[in-house]
């Protein structure tokens, strides 16, 4: 049970949250697919792979191969797409993609952890012009994520300037409590992923939720808490002000991520029938 008021004479802490599964329902980067084939950008081909791909992912998962191989596949779909192309397209659908599927039970805990005075940082190997605009309407105090490179000529290069999967989650939660002063052993982090575990292990009060078979049979072994969020809930029905105003500059990199995970179902596609022969 959190407390309401944090003890502050103490260290400071936080709250880390991962994105997918953890505080919205569905794979933020795949979510985006229908909009970037009818945007141009990807083919009825790829929009049938993507959906498949969802089907995997909410099923148990993407594995650490299959993640790496993912980011391999995401350097030559995505170079020489245009930016501002794929900034408009996803500025268009966030709003009506995005808002339903939250988890009420993540943003009911996110407020928990605001009114016993910690900050909340969203963590997530997604884009992070998709992640940051997410984390804002959350009410979250700071994001890492996954950043792209840009050439002069406006377009994605192809190169992973920043890639926050794995161990670099883990690093960037030790990078903050350094400059922001956090006390690690006094931090929370929930995860869906096995990925994570670097993550969870290095706070005080780590929590699987939804977890995958692989961070369930951890948590148990270390007897972490394991949490079932399963009521996705418009931010609207939440709070009734809300609104999203456009913000074309938002999530190119949300692009990005369901670009990977469009050619890491090739992969996965592919990789089935190599087994099956």
């Not at 802490?13 to 953890?22: E, I």
């Not at 670099?168 to 052993?185: F, P």
Request: hydrophobic share 45%.
């Amino acid at each position: 049970m959190l407390r309401d008021v944090e003890n502050h004479s103490l260290p400071r802490a936080a709250a880390f949250f991962d994105l997918d599964k953890t505080v919205i329902a569905k794979s933020s980067t795949l979510t985006f697919s229908k909009s970037f084939y009818q945007g141009g950008l990807i083919n009825r081909r790829a929009v049938l792979r993507t959906a498949y791909a969802q089907f995997v992912f909410l099923a148990g998962g993407a594995d650490h191969d299959q993640m790496e191989r993912m980011r391999k596949y995401l350097s030559a779909l995505c170079r020489g797409w245009n930016v501002q192309q794929v900034k408009e397209i996803v500025a268009e659908t966030l709003h009506d993609l995005i808002d339903p599927i939250i988890y009420d039970e993540a943003a009911t805990l996110i407020e928990r952890h605001h009114a016993a005075g910690r900050d909340v940082v969203i963590v997530s190997t997604s884009g992070a012009e998709v992640v940051e605009p997410i984390g804002e309407l959350l009410g979250a105090d700071r994001v890492v994520a996954t950043r792209m490179v840009v050439g002069e000529d406006g377009c994605f290069t192809g190169e992973v300037e920043y890639y926050a999967y794995g161990p670099t989650k883990a690093e960037a939660v030790r990078e903050l409590a350094e400059s922001e002063g956090y006390d690690l052993a006094r931090c929370y982090a929930y995860s869906d992923s096995v990925t994570d575990v670097p993550m969870l292990e290095s706070v005080g009060h780590p929590h699987a939720v939804n977890p995958d078979r692989a961070l369930r049979r951890e948590a148990l072994t270390r007897e972490w808490p394991i949490l079932d969020f399963h009521r996705p809930v418009r931010l609207k029905q939440r709070f009734p002000a809300f609104s999203v105003p456009p913000r074309p500059a938002l999530v190119a990199a949300a692009a990005i991520g369901a670009a990977a995970a469009t050619a890491g179902l090739v992969w996965y596609a592919s990789r089935r029938r190599t087994t099956a022969a």
